[in-house]
Each structure stands twice: as structure tokens, then as C-alpha cells.
């Protein structure tokens, strides 16, 4: 069983910054692919970053590339997003995800586990 729990969500004025973590529970946190997603009032839950198990690669939507950068410490059992230059479009709240088995990382189905989700509000 793995337990996620994201904090960090809050309001923030365009072209500011936050710094979302989730923390895990489980011993073989190293092991996990981890995700963010996110989902805004009235549309689907949408793929924003993923890293790789060694923190090697990272994969982001085309709409974060460049303003957003995911991380993770695999001793703190921790996954970070940087998010710099916000938008107010970027207003969702934010959930992170592990992928403890499979390959795909873009997906909702890729995942095994969520958080509860952190809202994050940008003003115009």
C-alpha cells in the first residue's frame, strides 16, 4: 500500500511561483515512477510531469515545458513541482501519482496510487 499526500497548493498572483511536494509512504518509493496531474472545475484530469524511478528522465505536457520542473529525493520520499511564471489557466488542483508497475507515465490509467489533491489558485 502507498500512501501519497501533496502539499504547497495556494493562491498566487500570474508570473509567480509555488513549490508542490508529495510526500510517500512505502519502502520502495525509489522504485515508482511518479506523476503530477491536475484538474480544473468542468474538465478532465490532465498529465503535467513525470520522472523516472532514478530521477533520470522527465517528461513534461507541452503546456508546463519550460515553467515547470519536476523532481524527487528518493530519501525523503518526496516529488516536487516547481512551478515558475504561472497562469491563470494553470489554476487546478493538483495531484500526484504512482506508477509502481507499468511503463506509460502520460496516462490517469498508468497509475496505481493518488493524493488527495492541492489547489492551486493563479490570479490575473
Known amino acids: 500500500q502507498v500512501q501519497l499526500v501533496e502539499s504547497g497548493g495556494g493562491l498566487v498572483q500570474a508570473g509567480g511561483s509555488l513549490r508542490l511536494s508529495c510526500a510517500a509512504s512505502?519502502?520502495?518509493?525509489?522504485?515508482?515512477?511518479m506523476g503530477w496531474f491536475r484538474q480544473a472545475p468542468g474538465k478532465e484530469r490532465e498529465f503535467v510531469a513525470a520522472?523516472?524511478?532514478?530521477?533520470?528522465?522527465?517528461y513534461y505536457a507541452d503546456s508546463v515545458k519550460g515553467r515547470f520542473t519536476i523532481s524527487r529525493d528518493n530519501a525523503k520520499k518526496t516529488v516536487y513541482l516547481q512551478m515558475n511564471s504561472l497562469k491563470p489557466e494553470d489554476t487546478a488542483v493538483y495531484y500526484c501519482?504512482?506508477?509502481?508497475?507499468?511503463?506509460?507515465?502520460?496516462?490517469?490509467?498508468?497509475?496505481?496510487?493518488w493524493g488527495q489533491g492541492t489547489q492551486v489558485t493563479v490570479s490575473s
Open positions: 501519482a504512482a506508477n509502481l508497475y507499468g511503463s506509460g507515465r502520460e496516462t490517469s490509467s498508468d497509475y496505481d496510487y
Open positions: 520522472i523516472s524511478w532514478s530521477g533520470g528522465s522527465t
Open positions: 512505502g519502502r520502495t518509493f525509489s522504485w515508482y515512477t
